[in-house]
Structures are given as C-alpha cells and as structure tokens.
C-alpha cells in the first residue's frame, strides 16, 4: 500500500512569489492534516480536514495560506505571498481516526524563500 | 493539554537496550501516550501508544507507571538505524484536536557502532 506522499520534495521561489504544495493521502483515510517546522523550531499544527472539510485550521498562520482538500482526496496547500519566514518544512500526515490516532506522515516539502 | 518534557538527546551503542524517559505531569484521566520515530529528510513515524503498565510491539516497549506522569520508551538491542529523533506525545485519541498535538523537541538518540 503506498504511504502518503508530497510534491515537490523540495522547492526554492523569491519573496513574494507564490508556490503550491500538494499532499496525496492513503487511500480510504478520511483525515488529513498539514504541519510544518520552520527553521530550529517544534513542528507545528497547521490544519485538519475530515473529507473535504476543514474540521480545525486553528493553525493556519495568516491569511497568505490557502489548503484545500477538493473531493475529499488529496489536498493542496498554497502560500501566496511567500515571505521568508514561510521557510521550512511542511508534513503532511493522513490517519484513518481523528486527532491522537496513529498518522502516518509524508516525507514533507522543504520550502525556502529567498 | 498536558505538556511532556524529555531528555534533549542521548548516545548509545549497538546492541544496547536504550529507554528514553518522558514526564508528563499533567496528563489527564483519559489521555494516551504516543511516541513517534522521525529520521532525517523524513516525517514523523508512529511507533507506540499506550494508556497504562506496559504495552510492547515488535519495534518497542512502553512502561506506564501507576500515577501516568512519566513513562518510558524501551528500544532492545539498538541499531545504528535506530538514530533519530523521538517525540513523546500525550492527549485523548478520541477527543483532543489535532491542534493540541505538541511535539515538542523530541530527544534525539544517536547510536555508535
């Protein structure tokens, strides 16, 4: 069974430029969840969507972050303008229950902004 | 939600067995206690969750004492695959959100041949 996997693995754009990432879950898992470690810190909570919705995005930082999770499979994470503090690492992990239910991670997208 | 606080990191050799304590002394009644495995360029891996006592899989051990507020993970005979970080994780598998999840600095554990 394949695990959940992220494009691009790593991504490189200027300030102000807009980049998207992309998240494809396991098959049948109705969560799906976005974190990130931006540079020497704790990975963080981003956001959680059940299906299609979002069931919290009390993580999400600002408004320059848009996920969308169409049709309840993969989901999309766009940060639009970038600044160089969205640099980082962003997970995403995918789990068949909510919350502290085991989650099975992607290898995350390495952002930096120049 | 309950914080946890754990070693920053620690060293070991092949084929010793390592365990690697977290305190979490506000856990609450209905919180579990999950660890994760992350190595480098990787994302977090489920290893273990557990409630009480003890709980084991083929990958670790979990040891709960009676009063819950620490616990420890056990790694047999580690190898030198088994360097990465581990993050101790405390909260209600069926309630807490998603956002009360803190991984916090996890301990990294480096192995030596």
């Known amino acids: 069974e394949a695990g959940v996997t992220q494009f691009p693995s790593h991504s490189v754009i200027e300030k102000g430029q807009t980049v998207t990432l992309r998240c494809d879950p396991i098959?049948?898992?109705?969560?799906l969840y976005w974190y990130r470690r931006v540079m020497g810190k704790e990975i963080k909570f981003l956001l959680h969507f059940v299906k299609e919705s979002k069931q919290d995005e009390s993580g999400m930082p600002n408004n320059r972050f848009l996920a969308e999770r169409t049709g309840g499979t993969y989901s999309t994470l766009k940060v639009q303008p970038a600044e160089l503090e969205d640099s980082g690492v962003y997970f995403c992990?995918?789990?068949?229950?909510?919350?502290?239910?085991?989650?099975?991670f992607g290898p995350g997208t390495r952002l930096t902004v120049t | 939600l309950a914080k946890t606080t754990q070693p920053i990191s620690m060293d070991s050799y092949e084929g010793q067995e390592v365990n690697i304590t977290c305190s979490h002394n506000?856990?609450?009644?209905?919180?579990?206690i999950t660890w994760y495995q992350q190595f480098p360029s990787q994302g977090p891996r489920f290893i273990i969750q557990g409630y009480k006592t003890k709980v084991t899989n083929e990958v670790a051990s979990l040891f709960i004492p009676a009063d819950r507020k620490s616990s420890t993970l056990s790694l047999p005979r580690v190898s030198l695959s088994d360097t990465a970080v581990y993050y101790c994780l405390v909260g209600d598998p069926l309630y807490s959100s998603a956002s009360k999840i803190i991984f916090g600095s996890g301990t990294r554990l480096s192995i030596r041949p």
């Open positions: 098959s049948g898992h109705d969560n």
């Open positions: 992990a995918s789990s068949l229950g909510q919350g502290f239910s085991e989650q099975y």
């Open positions: 506000n856990i609450a009644t209905n919180d579990y």
